[in-house]
């Protein structure tokens, strides 16, 4: 049985409303977070209400991917146009214990030192399983914890060497 469109909308803001915001908030600051929440759910609202409904196979997936792509597009547009761009660190995640603060500059640092794509993965580790993450990039879900396994090794190691250089 089918959703109508309005009804799997309200499904997929009441269900992942939060974790969206959270995935953007861990990479921008607040007022872009909302206007690329708002961005990613007016993607998914044109999607939805234009094409058949059913055609959507895993909501998180499918959403997490819109939300990707909305990020992406946020990203060449800051490129493009030569503006400032502050990348909210992922010192903020629940990936993080509490720190002093030279600790909180180390990480910070060594979280400035990983790829947008590392930074992303992190990011999205946070929201989704290995397989959603996959789904979302298009690549096996073991590849995907190969790839979280070596940017949190990149990040130990920086840190380690930060420690050991005083």
């Not at 600051?29 to 206007?35: P, V």
């Not at 629940?94 to 979280?111: G, R």
Request: hydrophobic share 35%; glycine share 4%.
């Amino acid at each position: 049985m089918e959703n109508h469109p309005a009804e799997l909308f309200d499904e997929l803001w009441s269900r992942y409303n939060r974790k969206i915001y959270a995935y953007f908030r861990r990479q921008f600051d607040r007022h872009t977070t909302e206007d690329l929440c708002q961005q990613t759910y007016l993607n998914a609202w044109r999607y939805i209400s234009a094409y058949t409904v059913g055609g959507i196979k895993q909501n998180k997936s499918w959403l997490f991917t819109v939300a990707r792509n909305v990020r992406n597009d946020h990203l060449r547009y800051v490129q493009l146009h030569s503006m400032n761009f502050r990348y909210e660190s992922l010192y903020e995640t629940d990936i993080t214990v509490e720190c002093n603060i030279d600790e909180s500059i180390a990480l910070q640092k060594a979280l400035s030192s990983l790829s947008e794509d590392e930074k992303q993965l992190l990011a999205m580790a946070q929201h989704l399983s290995s397989k959603e993450i996959g789904s979302v990039l298009g690549i096996s879900a073991s590849a995907v914890r190969s790839r979280i396994q070596k940017a949190k090794i990149k990040l130990k190691t920086m840190l380690v060497e930060k420690d050991n250089n005083g």
